[in-house]
Every structure is written in structure tokens, then in C-alpha cells.
Nanobody, 128 residues
Framework: QVQVVESGGGSVQAGGSLRLSCTAS????????MGWFRQVPGKEREGVAV????????LYTDSVKGRFTISVDSANNRIYLEMNSLKPEDTAMYYC?????????????????????WGQGTQVTVSS
């Protein structure tokens, strides 16, 4: 059964950068989607960015466009989230999600066509 493992979170000052990574336990195949969600206490988990692999179609939530970049390293079964110009409001637990069988993109979010596999989460804290 496929698993995903995240790393790269930490504490930074506003304006700083972090790169999150998410590694799957198998090859990322053509009909998978992989992306990032984030959640803060008292709020719903929201989609941040997603990529279709290997087609590389991407979707970002408006608040991170121009600052965050999602990318795929297919050879290592891995996606990244490069986060630049971080703001305090980016503080959240960030979760990787692998959508087995692909996903459908709607507006600023996406939905798994079959199963969604979650990572354990990695904390990002941005201080002002």
C-alpha cells in the first residue's frame, strides 16, 4: 500500500524561504495527482498546490501564486513545494496528498477520483 512521507518544515522569519518535500513509496504514475494542503487550528484544511504527473498541469490557491512553486522529481518519487517570500499567514501544518487514480480540478481546489493518501504533516511557522 502506497505511503507518502513529508519533510522540510521549520521556523523562519517573514520573507524567508522553505522547501517541503514529499516522497511516495512507489513510482508516481501518469494518473496520479500529488499536492499540498495546509491547516491551522480552527480552520478547514485548504488546498495549496497540486500537480498532475507526469503532465505537470498545476493549480495554486490565490494566496500563494507567485510565491510558491510545486514541482515533481519523478525519478525519486517525489514532489516539492518551494515556498518563497513567506508570510506569517502561511503558518500552518502542511500535508502532502497523493490522489491514487488522479484528481479533478475545480477552481482553487481538487478532488481525488479514487483514494487520497495523506502524509503525516510538517509544521511551517513564519514569524513577523
Amino acid at each position: 500500500q502506497v505511503q507518502v512521507v513529508e519533510s522540510g518544515g521549520g521556523s523562519v522569519q517573514a520573507g524567508g524561504s522553505l522547501r517541503l518535500s514529499c516522497t511516495a513509496s512507489r513510482f508516481i504514475v501518469h494518473n496520479d495527482c500529488m499536492g499540498w494542503f495546509r491547516q491551522v487550528p480552527g480552520k478547514e484544511r485548504e488546498g495549496v498546490a497540486v500537480v498532475y504527473t507526469p503532465g505537470a498541469q498545476t493549480l495554486y490557491t490565490d494566496s500563494v501564486k507567485g510565491r510558491f512553486t510545486i514541482s515533481v522529481d519523478s525519478a525519486n518519487n517525489r514532489i516539492y513545494l518551494e515556498m518563497n517570500s513567506l508570510k506569517p499567514e502561511d503558518t500552518a501544518m502542511y500535508y502532502c496528498a497523493l490522489d491514487v487514480g488522479g484528481c479533478n480540478l475545480y477552481g482553487a481546489t481538487w478532488y481525488a477520483r479514487r483514494d487520497r493518501v495523506w502524509g503525516q504533516g510538517t509544521q511551517v511557522t513564519v514569524s513577523s
